[in-house]
């Protein structure tokens, strides 16, 4: 037996949409300090699994718990508050609003000045708003994009606006980000600075789990690796297990 | 300038701007014309906050405006509360409306939310029509007493101006706080993508609810004070063309924009004003110079005139 609960547990999640059971008896858990790649074939359900985790969709069964606490049926508020926060597939950011106040939104959960001491400004309220700022900048070093600031997101270059997304989950301190497809859009350089990004992120103590297609990635950053089918596990192992497994192989040619 | 300096000098100048207007307008008629400017100025801004910046529209927000003037109305002239208490009842009686008809509608989205705030404006406005015994159903309220501080009696035109524009120059200021708070970038994410606001962990919901409860409370701060500058009320100022006419003034003068408010709310007042003249043609004429502005600035009157001042001063450096 662990003394310590695993990271993050799913136990016999289900999922499905209308006729299509987009997760099937999924579980599987992992501990903290990992980087955990979740790949499959176009429509496996991974963006529904994420989605899931992150309590934008109720499971239909089974359990989800980060830490040991049950998150399943949360709010999504509460879910980032307890320590996870995503990407998106599909870049989404704040595009009219500034690079920096991006991320400052990105950090909502940490920060508290509501609508009453925003009009009356108390101190407390400055110095919230200052230390926000200065955790925002760092965040932009972080990932490179320091001086970029005050440039409206929108007009960022594709493969910034990715990271920008990443400092913007990053802001609220999570101790699980969940990347969607972060690759996705990038050239060969980009990509690799990626990885890199990807490797100090968990060195920073924030464990990441990685949906990507990339395959050269996602095998060179992943610790471990887990494959899903149709909602279905398909296997869990090492990247070199995966790659020498059949049932993966024959997934991908069969229907990539 | 650094952008905070910069809106410090727009505001004194506005301030200033509002003293030396006050001091040299000897006409009743213009300082009349600009009363109502400011009244229209306060809904445009609270309306501004939940379409402009939080990206929700409503088409019931002259129910809000009518709540304000008929709870002031009725308080005083009815029940003989003085004013001043009577103000606080009237924007919490707004208020209080709006978070209950906001928590079901707010779960609606663009045309839904306009058709479900619609909905709630006719019924503000029949209730307003209809109750005859309380407000004095269509053929309107009389008799709302003048506002006065001790000695100083506010009705005269002058003061009633300076008071008029005082509340909105805090207003705007409360505005401009709002808006450049976590709460304000907020609002703005939820405009910009509402999904990613959630999963960041915005509360939406909550925050969509407290903008429209504090727009309607603006909008029955203007009503208080449109009540007791006028002195007689009646349904017709509240209808469903007076809704229409706020998103417009919004919209005219520039989304997500505290001046533009102002420049909408500007345009709307004087515009039926001027076209006076063109008697039977005069609905034809608005309509035309609406669409007119629309087609030649669709970002509404401030980013088009900024626009304008830009283009003319390259042309200028060149
Ligand atoms: N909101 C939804 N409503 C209906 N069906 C959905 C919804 N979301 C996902 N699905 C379906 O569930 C299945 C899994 O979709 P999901 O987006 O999770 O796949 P994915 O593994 O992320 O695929 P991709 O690699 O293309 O991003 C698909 O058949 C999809 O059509
Ligand atoms: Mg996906």
Redo the contacts between chains.
């Keep these: 037996m662990k003394d310590k609960p695993a990271l993050l547990k799913l136990a016999s999640v289900s999922k499905a949409f209308g006729g299509v059971q987009a997760l099937d008896d999924i579980s599987f858990e992992f501990d903290a300090g990992l980087i955990m790649g979740l790949i499959g074939p176009n429509g496996a359900g991974k963006t529904t699994l994420f989605n899931v985790i992150t309590g934008a969709y109720v499971p239909d069964s089974g359990a989800v718990s980060l830490d040991g606490i049950p998150i399943q049926g949360r709010r999504i508020q509460d879910i980032v508050h307890l320590g996870i926060s995503r990407t998106f597939q599909n870049v989404e950011l704040f595009e009219s609003m500034s690079v920096i106040e991006n991320i400052m939104v990105g950090r909502h959960v940490r920060t508290r000045s509501g609508f009453w001491s925003a009009i009356t400004r108390v101190p407390a309220i400055r110095r919230e708003e200052k230390a926000l700022r200065e955790r925002a900048q760092e965040l932009l070093d972080f990932v490179g994009l320091a001086d970029q600031a005050d440039r409206r997101s929108g007009d960022l270059p594709f493969g910034w606006q990715r990271l920008l997304e990443i400092a913007r989950a990053l802001a609220s301190d999570p101790k699980l980000l969940l990347l969607d497809e972060p690759a996705a859009g990038l050239n060969a350089v980009e990509t690799g600075r990626l990885g890199e990004l990807i490797g100090n992120i968990r060195d920073l103590g924030v464990t990441v789990m990685l949906v990507e297609h990339d395959m050269a990635l996602t095998m060179s950053v992943c610790d471990q690796i887990i494959v899903l089918d149709q909602g279905c596990m398909l296997a869990e192992g090492l990247p070199r297990e995966i790659q020498s497994n059949a049932a993966v192989m024959a997934a991908y040619l069969g229907n990539g | 300038m650094t952008p905070s300096l910069k809106k410090g000098v727009a505001y004194a100048l506005a301030c200033s701007a509002i003293a030396g207007i006050g001091l040299a307008a000897t006409n009743p008629y213009h300082l009349q014309v600009m009363t109502f400017i400011g009244i229209n100025s306060l809904l445009a801004l609270g309306l501004n906050l939940l379409m402009g910046y939080a990206g929700q529209i409503s088409l019931g927000h002259a129910a809000f405006y009518g709540i304000g003037a008929y709870t002031t109305a009725i308080l005083t002239a009815t029940y003989g509360l003085s004013p001043w208490l009577s103000l606080p009842m009237a924007v919490a009686a707004a208020a209080l409306v709006a978070f209950l008809v906001g928590m079901p509608t707010l779960k609606l989205s663009g045309y839904y939310l306009g058709m479900g705030t619609l909905g709630f404006g006719m019924i503000a406005f029949i209730v307003f029509r209809e109750w005859d015994g309380v407000t004095g159903g269509a053929s309107g309220f009389v008799g709302i007493p003048p506002l006065a501080v001790g000695p100083l009696n506010l009705s005269s035109g002058r003061n009633y101006f300076y008071l008029v524009w005082g509340v909105l120059l805090v207003a705007i200021l409360?505005c401009r706080?709002?808006i450049?708070?976590?709460?304000?970038?907020?609002l703005?994410?939820i405009?910009?993508?509402e999904?990613?606001?959630?999963?960041?962990?915005?509360?939406t919901m909550h925050l969509k609810l407290?903008v429209f409860v504090?727009s309607a409370a603006v909008a029955a701060l203007a009503g208080f004070l449109y009540a007791h500058y006028v002195s007689f009320i009646s349904p017709g100022t509240f209808d469903f063309l007076m809704s229409v006419r706020m998103v417009t003034m919004v919209v005219i003068g520039g989304m997500a924009s505290i001046w533009g408010a102002i420049l909408g709310a500007s345009l709307l007042t004087l515009l039926p004003e001027w076209l006076h003249a063109f008697s039977d043609l005069e609905m034809v004429v608005y309509g035309l110079i609406m669409m007119g502005v629309m087609i030649v600035m669709p970002q509404g009157l401030t980013r088009g005139i900024l626009d304008l001042y830009e283009r003319a001063r390259e042309r200028h450096e060149r």
């Design positions: 409360v706080r709002i450049d708070s976590r709460t304000g970038r907020a703005r994410a405009h910009d993508s999904n990613a606001a959630r999963a960041v962990g915005v509360g407290q504090f």
